[in-house]
């Protein structure tokens, strides 16, 4: 309940959070202004935390009546000079009355004050905790159901999946694509995974889902897709939201690829309708009735080309509104390590014009005009993490149109424009396709391994041999108060952070130095 109340503009600026915690611990002395304010702040160790202890401190210390000192807490909230300057006088006339030292009193007021403009009141507080405990329980003991249902509340606001599913990577929970032989509605969990519903499948509405699953609890899971076509009611599914369906990878497990299913499904679906009439009609082929579903044999599907990763990942991005079983990122993943720090989270904090180096793909391309006429760029720059709207002002419009190509990996250079109560978002400065992104690695380094170890020469020499590159290393060789040897390799190496990582923990914090670049 305090947390709730105290984490406002009001008790933050006033220093209150601060102040309840050490005195809330004992590092700081639990005190009042006056004693009778102990009655009304004990709980909350001598500090006004709710609106209700405003109203009960003018009560008490300055003789309002309970509806009065209500009309004082909403006049505070509006800060209304004239009204203030009203409730102030009455106040201390009321308190000075009741002979409290005026000093005091007006400290008490400047307090309420400051703290009511921006105060909670205690039964919010406390159906907000409620709330707070319920769910953090529920995340705590019941994780996959809890996210599963957090990410069905967020279903077509694609930046908030996308924040949820990294928070399920962090939780150690596999966010599965979708599945016509595994999936609902909704997300569900999955054994120790999170399933996609197909309901988030663009253009897959909810009475196609129901058909779907009505057909697979009655017949078990799909075999193909011909079986899929000619057993789902085909009243409730059409061409299209078979194709989603595909593109999505909700029919990975029909045991073909997705080109050759896609290719497929104009004579998948005549099947479907052929097989459909004759059991509306009665009629059923002889040879299928004495087959079992095992023994019947579909067609062969079309022979053709694998769809490339890209044509994949753009697939599942279009159905789902994100990148499910990969992003285009990956193939870059080791380069964006050593690029840059940034990503599009953890922004927020940064000053207004600080320049960052952010990787990710430029999505939402659109070129625009300002009131001058004159042309500019918006974009969203996604990375593994979400997304950030970035923005190419006229004046780098030119240089950098030839770089504004849609899905593009590239690493933007950009200065940080803080938006308040949303994402900050980017003016880019340059763009560079990360393809040919170069990481500056020096030209020479030096090692300092201490002798007497020999299981230190053993791990470096397996670590130098898995990181070729075109860095020289020197070998500075040290036996303490004895001798020091400099030995040039022949191997060369690429000194990633992967790479100083390992040799700390090898050879110590500073054994590794820069000698060239």
Same mark, same amino acid.
């Given at each position: 309940?305090?947390l709730n109340a105290l984490y406002r503009p009001g008790p933050i600026q006033g220093g209150m959070i601060d102040d309840f915690i050490d005195r809330k611990h004992g590092r700081k002395e639990v005190?009042?202004?006056?004693?009778?304010?102990?009655?009304?702040?004990?709980?909350?160790?001598?500090?006004?935390?709710?609106?209700?202890?405003?109203?009960?401190?003018?009560?008490? $210390?300055?003789?309002?009546?309970?509806?009065?000192?209500d009309l004082l807490r909403r006049a505070m909230g509006k800060k209304k000079a004239e009204e203030m300057a009203k409730q102030r006088e009455r106040f201390i006339k009321g308190a000075l009355e009741?002979?409290?030292?005026?000093?005091?009193?007006?400290?008490?007021?400047?307090?309420?004050?400051?703290?009511?403009?921006?105060?909670?009141?205690?039964?919010?507080?406390?159906? @907000?905790?409620?709330?707070? @405990?319920?769910?953090? =329980?529920?995340?705590?003991?019941?994780?996959?159901?809890f996210m599963s249902a957090l990410l069905t509340s967020e279903t077509g606001n694609t930046a908030k999946i996308v924040k949820y599913i990294n928070e399920c990577r962090e939780m150690g929970i596999?966010?599965?694509?979708?599945?016509? &032989?595994?999936?609902?509605? &909704?997300?569900?969990? #999955? !054994?120790?995974?999170?399933?996609?519903?197909?309901?988030?499948?663009?253009?897959?509405?909810?009475?196609?889902?129901?058909?779907?699953?009505?057909?697979? *609890?009655? $017949? !078990?899971?799909?075999?193909?897709? =011909? *079986?899929?076509?000619?057993?789902?009611?085909?009243?409730? $599914?059409?061409?299209?939201?078979?194709?989603?369906?595909?593109?999505?990878?909700?029919?990975?497990?029909?045991?073909?690829?997705?080109?050759?299913?896609?290719?497929?499904?104009?004579?998948?679906?005549?099947?479907?309708?052929?097989?459909?009439?004759? +059991?509306?009609?009665?009629?059923?082929?002889?040879?299928?009735?004495?087959?079992?579903?095992?023994?019947?044999?579909?067609?062969?599907?079309?022979?053709?080309?694998?769809?490339?990763?890209?044509?994949?990942?753009?697939?599942?991005?279009?159905?789902? !509104?994100?990148?499910?079983?990969?992003?285009?990122?990956?193939?870059?993943?080791?380069?964006?390590?050593?690029?840059?720090? @940034?990503?599009?989270?953890?922004?927020?904090?940064?000053?207004?014009?600080?320049?960052?180096?952010?990787?990710?793909?430029?999505?939402?391309?659109?070129?625009? +005009? &300002?009131?001058?006429?004159?042309?500019?760029?918006?974009? *969203?720059?996604?990375?593994?993490?979400?997304?950030?709207?970035?923005?190419?002002?006229?004046?780098?419009?030119?240089?950098?149109?030839? @770089?504004?190509?849609?899905?593009?990996?590239?690493?933007?250079?950009?200065?940080?424009?803080?938006?308040?109560?949303?994402?900050?978002?980017?003016?880019? *400065?340059?763009?560079?396709?990360?393809?040919?992104?170069?990481?500056?690695?020096?030209?020479?380094?030096?090692?300092?391994?201490?002798?007497?170890?020999?299981?230190?020469?053993?791990?470096?020499?397996?670590?130098? !041999?898995?990181?070729?590159?075109?860095?020289?290393?020197?070998?500075?060789?040290?036996?303490?108060?004895?001798?020091?040897?400099?030995?040039?390799?022949?191997?060369?190496?690429?000194? #990633?952070?992967?790479?100083?990582?390992?040799?700390?923990?090898?050879?110590?914090?500073?054994?590794?130095?820069?000698?060239?670049?």
């Open positions: 309940c305090a005190s009042y202004d006056l004693p009778p304010l102990k009655t009304v702040l004990e709980e909350t160790y001598g500090v006004i935390v709710y609106q209700e202890q405003v109203m009960q401190v003018s009560n008490l $210390i300055a003789g309002y009546s309970l509806g009065d000192a009741r002979n409290y030292p005026q000093k005091k009193v007006e400290k008490i007021f400047d307090l309420m004050e400051q703290f009511a403009g921006y105060g909670f009141n205690k039964s919010h507080s406390a159906a @907000y905790a409620y709330l707070a @405990y319920v769910t953090a =329980y529920l995340k705590a003991h019941y994780p996959r159901e596999r966010v599965l694509p979708p599945d016509v &032989n595994h999936s609902d509605l &909704n997300f569900t969990p #999955d !054994g120790d995974a999170i399933r996609f519903g197909m309901g988030a499948v663009k253009n897959v509405g909810a009475s196609a889902v129901e058909a779907v699953v009505a057909t697979r *609890q009655r $017949i !078990g899971k799909f075999k193909s897709l =011909y *079986q899929f076509c000619e057993e789902v009611d085909m009243t409730a $599914i059409n061409r299209r939201m078979i194709e989603s369906l595909i593109r999505a990878g909700a029919m990975d497990t029909l045991g073909a690829s997705r080109s050759r299913l896609f290719a497929a499904v104009e004579g998948a679906m005549e099947a479907g309708v052929r097989a459909s009439r004759d +059991r509306l009609s009665g009629q059923t082929d002889l040879f299928g009735m004495m087959m079992s579903p095992e023994e019947q044999v579909d067609p062969e599907l079309p022979r053709v080309p694998d769809w490339t990763q890209a044509e994949t990942l753009t697939g599942e991005k279009e159905m789902l !509104g994100i990148y499910v079983t990969g992003h285009p990122l990956d193939p870059f993943a080791d380069k964006v390590k050593e690029l840059t720090p @940034y990503t599009t989270e953890g922004l927020e904090s940064l000053a207004r014009g600080t320049e960052v180096k952010i990787c990710g793909i430029l999505t939402g391309i659109q070129r625009r +005009r &300002n009131k001058e006429g004159k042309l500019f760029a918006v974009m *969203q720059l996604e990375d593994w993490n979400g997304t950030l709207e970035a923005m190419v002002f006229n004046s780098q419009f030119d240089a950098l149109t030839p @770089y504004l190509i849609e899905d593009k990996a590239v690493m933007v250079r950009a200065s940080v424009l803080p938006e308040e109560n949303s994402s900050p978002r980017l003016n880019v *400065q340059e763009i560079i396709p990360l393809e040919l992104a170069r990481v500056n690695y020096p030209s020479l380094i030096s090692i300092r391994v201490g002798l007497g170890r020999p299981e230190r020469a053993e791990a470096l020499h397996t670590l130098i !041999g898995r990181k070729p590159g075109d860095t020289g290393v020197r070998l500075r060789l040290d036996q303490p108060r004895d001798f020091s040897v400099v030995l040039d390799l022949s191997t060369k190496v690429k000194p #990633d952070k992967e790479f100083f990582s390992e040799v700390e923990k090898i050879c110590g914090s500073e054994a590794i130095e820069v000698l060239a670049s």
